[in-house]
Structure formats: structure tokens, C-alpha cells
């Protein structure tokens, strides 16, 4: 340990007494390292933030719909496969809602519409028609105030749920709880406030209202046929088996014959992960990519200016030598200094990367997070660099002639 703290002593000697060149040589490698930081948290701040959407909804839901755009097509030939396939229906999630193995299912509709609260106007607010086990699936709370009941469900009741950013936009600080509003110019009483979890793009930052999906079938404009449900499993019940049965239901109904696929799609949310980690696979390589380019960069400044060391430093080299150091020991202390030289370079990286990162997520909704894997593989690479760039240059200084070395002027 003593030879190794005394080398690095020397290494940043050596970067202080050069600050010029070794900061030539750092950049090449910060850049690199930085590259991959700010990189790497944001695609771990997606995946992260994903995982926190779909476990906000339970860690056993899964979806049925009419098409999933991760899905494989019947026929790759066909650019609308959707066209051909029936939507779902609220009878078809009333058959599946009876299955012993599915605790509740929820549909859900989408619409956008204009709202109005005296001469306040919200335009294009997001509508979502959903049944009142909506808050089972949708993380979050209701508060204050409260959801709608199911006997309000089932009368299509003119009773609405809002989302804090539009109770501020038609409220402000006033009580939203009992107030009437219009939506698509009907009347509607506002019942409660809608706190949903952290979204994956800042979902919660766009106006948002949710109505029964009955009074938004009556009342609202939206667009037909894109109707999906939200289905839970029962209590001791395991996904894969909640998964089958709603298969084996939804091809009963729609009289599929054994050789014909499925038109509808069943999605996991392991599925979600993995069309998700498929998409950024590409990205994940262009990472590596351009890290080892950065690095290599900073790999040949490293080269250089170790070089340019060994060349000044060559009567140094004969001294030591002189008093007794060995090969090893030249060409240890050489390889600390080319190790350090990177390993600062790494370290300026990995900060400059994450402040980029945080940056970003900052005044973005692109969401951030460094992992501390990353940080410990970004320095190890830089390290790592800095040792197989340096062999050369050590072992050059390693094989001077101390005779020769002390003649060196």
C-alpha cells in the first residue's frame, strides 16, 4: 500500500507540475466517461421510472385491448392490423369481471373536451371514462373528497374527479369540492382531487379529469372502438394463470377456432420492460461505443504525455535506479501515474455527466437516475485505461540503462 500511495503521490505531483498538458489529456477522457453518464442515467431514470409507473398499478395488473403497438402482427404486410380486429366491450369485461381467477376489471375510455367553471376555460382537457374500481389500479389518491361509487357508475351520474394542475387552472385556491362545472358544455359536480403517482413524462403536470365511463359514453365526443381494460388478479391467483383464463374467456366469447390467433392482445407488464429494454437496446450500444472512443482518445493523450514524462524524466529514472529501485518498482510507479492521470480524468467525467443528467430532469420531464453500478464501472474503466495505455511508456522507463539514464541531460 506504502509504494502505491507514494506513486500517486508522484503521479499528481507530475499532473501539478503539467497542468496544461495533463488537462489535454484528462478532457479526452472526461468527455468520454461523461458520455456514458449522462447516457446511462437516462436511460436508467426510463427504466426506473417505468418500473415505478407499472408497479403504481400493482405488481399483478395486466392489460387487454384491441392492439398493442409492442404486439407481433398476424401479417407484417398489413400497416393497420388494428382494422381488422373488434373492439371490446363493456359486456366482454362484465363475462371477464365473473372469472374465479380475476378480482376486478376496469375499462377504460379516453376523449379529450373543453371544461368551463364560470368564465375560466380549460381547453383539450384529457377525459377518461373509467368504472369506479378505477382508484384499485390507478396509484395515487383521491384527496380531498372522493372517487365515484359504483351506483353512480352504473346511473352515469354527471360527477367528475380532477387532477390538482386543472383544479388549480379552474379554481385557484378556492375549495374544488362540490363546485359545477361543463364539460362539452353539460353540467357536472366536481367530487374530488386526483393525486396520481409520479409519471414516467410528468403526466401529472397535463389537466386531467375522470368520469364514469357511462357518462362519458352519453356525454362526450371521443373516439370508438380504443376501449382497454385494466384486469387484476385474484387474491392467491398468480398472473400467469389470471392471464390464460382471460385468454381462453375472450376467445370463447368471440367463437375463435383453435388455429385462428388472437384478435385482441393480453399484455404483462414484464412484457412492457422488455419491448421497452428491445428499444433502448441500440442506445445502450451507442453508449459503449462512444465511451470506448472518448476513452481511446484519452488512452492515446495518455500515451503521449507519458512519453514526454519518461523523455524528461530520464535522469530522475537513473537515480533511482542508482539507489537501489528496481524494474518493477519504475515500472509500477509509471503505471500509478498513467492510472491516476486517468482516473481524475474519469472522476471529472462522471461529475460533469451527472450534473448534465440531473440537468436535464431538471428542466425537462426526461427523468434521471445515476445507479451506482455506473459509477463504479465508469471509473473502473478510466482506470483501466490509463493502465493499458501507460504499459508502454512504463515499460520503456523500466528498461532504461541507469549508466545511460545519468548521462542524460
Not at 39 to 61: N, R, V
Not at 152 to 158: G, I, L, R, T
Not at 160 to 174: E, T, Y
Not at 255 to 273: A, C
Amino acid at each position: 500500500m506504502t509504494p502505491l500511495l507514494e506513486s500517486a503521490g508522484i503521479a499528481l505531483a507530475s499532473l501539478r507540475a503539467h497542468t496544461a498538458r495533463a488537462a489535454l489529456t484528462i478532457l479526452g477522457v472526461a468527455i468520454g466517461v461523461m458520455v456514458v453518464m449522462v447516457i446511462g442515467a437516462l436511460i436508467s431514470g426510463f427504466d426506473k421510472g417505468l418500473t415505478d409507473m407499472l408497479e403504481s398499478l400493482g405488481p399483478k395488473t395486466f392489460y387487454v385491448g384491441r392492439f398493442w403497438g409492442g404486439a407481433q402482427a398476424e401479417d407484417p404486410d398489413d400497416p393497420n392490423p388494428w382494422r381488422r380486429r373488434p373492439p371490446l366491450t363493456v359486456d366482454e369485461a362484465d363475462r371477464l369481471e365473473q372469472l374465479p381467477s380475476v378480482s376486478f376489471v376496469v375499462v377504460d375510455e379516453n376523449a379529450s373536451a373543453d371544461m368551463e367553471y364560470g368564465p375560466k376555460r380549460v381547453s383539450a382537457v384529457s377525459i377518461q371514462g373509467r368504472d369506479a374500481d378505477w382508484p384499485k389500479v390507478a396509484g395515487g389518491d383521491v384527496y380531498p373528497g372522493r372517487s365515484f361509487t359504483h351506483i353512480e357508475d352504473k346511473a352515469n351520474s354527471p360527477v367528475v374527479v380532477v387532477n390538482q394542475k386543472l383544479a388549480d387552472l379552474l379554481f385557484g385556491r378556492l375549495d374544488p369540492i362540490g363546485r359545477r362545472v361543463k364539460i362539452a358544455s353539460l353540467p357536472y359536480e366536481v367530487i374530488g382531487v386526483y393525486n396520481p403517482p409520479t409519471g414516467l413524462f410528468g403526466e401529472g403536470d397535463r389537466p386531467e379529469a375522470l368520469i364514469p365511463y357511462g357518462t362519458l359514453v352519453k356525454n362526450v365526443p371521443y373516439w370508438k372502438g380504443w376501449m382497454d381494460f385494466l384486469v387484476t388478479p385474484a387474491e392467491s391467483v398468480t398472473v400467469q394463470r389470471a392471464l390464460d383464463d382471460v385468454t381462453v374467456a375472450m376467445r370463447a366469447m368471440r367463437g375463435l377456432r383453435p388455429s385462428q390467433p388472437n384478435n385482441f392482445d393480453v399484455v404483462t407488464q414484464e412484457k412492457y420492460l422488455e419491448v421497452f429494454n428491445s428499444s433502448t437496446r441500440m442506445v445502450r450500444v451507442l453508449m459503449i461505443v462512444l465511451s470506448m472512443v472518448g476513452l481511446m482518445v484519452g488512452g492515446i493523450g495518455v500515451v503521449a504525455i507519458m512519453m514526454i514524462s519518461v523523455t524528461e524524466r530520464t535522469r530522475e529514472i537513473g537515480v533511482r535506479k542508482a539507489l537501489g529501485a528496481t524494474r518493477r518498482e519504475i515500472l509500477w510507479q509509471f503505471l500509478v501515474e498513467a492510472a491516476t492521470l486517468t482516473l481524475v480524468g474519469g472522476m471529472v467525467g462522471m461529475v460533469l455527466g451527472a450534473l448534465v443528467a440531473f440537468g436535464v430532469s431538471a428542466v425537462t420531464p426526461l427523468p434521471a437516475h445515476v445507479p451506482v453500478g455506473s459509477v463504479v464501472a465508469a471509473l473502473f474503466a478510466a482506470a483501466a485505461t490509463g493502465l493499458l495505455f501507460g504499459i508502454y511508456p512504463a515499460s520503456k522507463a523500466a528498461r532504461l540503462d541507469p549508466v545511460e539514464a545519468l548521462r542524460y541531460e
